[in-house]
């Protein structure tokens, strides 16, 4: 890494899950607010800053010669940090306080756990893996308090169904790369991601019917589609050609899949 390096976000599938989830509350919504743009800065920069933060961090605790990275570093999290310090400011100046404490609160241990589990290089733990999830398709709560000034009932709906989906597909993902180091003969018969995959699986399936039972056909056809294509992805993995996909085209079928995804759970919801 040079002393250079850019620190934008880079974390595609990270981005599109935090991004979706706005671009879906601000539609629900249908209403809009300049305060909604604060949000949308103060989240991309809170997930941007996570990089540097981790370069500044393993300089303090880990590395015992200075990195040219490391300057470098300081400035981009500077930079975003006045981002979300000035996006921050709009804020609160338009949301209750007990949001902007809980929301603060949240964004700050995250970011720290982030940091932390980085440093330690544990980030495909498998609970910091859903986790992520969850804290990433938060942001749609954060768009509606902004849009409305309140987080209705089918915002919660939305953030719980935009976190299994972006869960299973984090899962998926990682049984996928474990499957092919097995392949290249190392770790033989390492498959706690793909246990966990097919757990999310099952609860997608289980989501579908239960939402079945409450006519929410829309929504039953999202957690189907997703359930079948991360089941499949599963099955597929068994297969050493299969395995040889290009990991590019891996990522932009699962942005295809949850930006489908999303459409239909909007339209359930609307």
Same mark, same amino acid.
């Given at each position: ?35 909604? +743009?604060?949000?949308? /800065?103060?989240?991309?920069?809170? $997930? ?9 961090? @393993? ?10 990275? /490391? ?6 999290? %500077? ?13 609160? =100046? ?5 949001? +902007? $404490? =809980?929301?603060?609160? *949240? ?9 932390? +589990?980085?440093?330690?290089? @544990? ?9 992520? =999830?969850?804290?990433? /398709? ?10 409305? *000034? ?10 719980? !169904?935009? %976190?299994? &989906? ?16 097995? $392949? ?20 997608? /399936?289980?989501?579908?019917? #239960? ?5 929410? *056909? ?7 589609? =997703? %359930? ?8 597929? &993995? @068994?297969?050493?050609? %299969?395995? &040889? !996909? ?7 079928? #699962? ?7 999303? +459409? !239909? ?6």
């Amino acid at each position: 890494m040079s002393a250079s390096h850019s620190f934008l976000p880079r974390e595609h599938g990270a981005t599109a899950m935090l991004l979706t989830p706005v671009i879906c509350a601000a539609v629900l919504a249908r209403e809009w607010r300049w305060s909604e +743009i604060a949000t949308l /800065t103060a989240a991309v920069a809170a $997930l941007a800053a996570k990089d540097p933060a981790v370069v500044l961090a @393993r300089q303090r605790f880990v590395w015992k010669q200075p990195h040219p990275e /490391t300057a470098g570093a300081a400035r981009w999290f %500077a930079g975003w940090a006045a981002i979300l310090v000035v996006s921050g400011v709009v804020l609160v =100046a338009t949301w209750p306080l007990t949001a +902007i $404490l =809980a929301m603060g609160l *949240g964004v700050g241990v995250f970011s720290a756990l982030a940091v932390t +589990i980085n440093v330690k290089n @544990r980030q495909r733990s498998t609970l910091f893996q859903i986790a992520s =999830a969850a804290a990433l /398709t938060s942001s749609c709560l954060a768009t509606s308090l902004s849009a409305a *000034g309140s987080i209705p009932r089918w915002c919660w709906w939305l953030w719980l !169904l935009l %976190a299994m &989906q972006a869960s299973a597909g984090i899962l998926v993902v990682h049984a996928r790369l474990d499957a092919r180091i097995a $392949l290249r003969g190392k770790a033989l018969g390492k498959e706690r991601y793909r246990l966990a995959a097919q757990i999310a699986v099952g609860l997608l /399936t289980s989501a579908a019917i #239960a939402f079945a039972s409450m006519g929410g *056909g829309w929504i039953v056809l999202a957690l189907l589609m =997703a %359930a079948l294509s991360h089941g499949y992805d599963l099955h597929s &993995q @068994r297969d050493a050609g %299969a395995l &040889q !996909l290009p990991l590019k085209q891996v990522g932009q079928r #699962a942005l295809i899949l949850s930006s489908v995804y999303a +459409i !239909l759970v909007i339209v359930g919801l609307w």
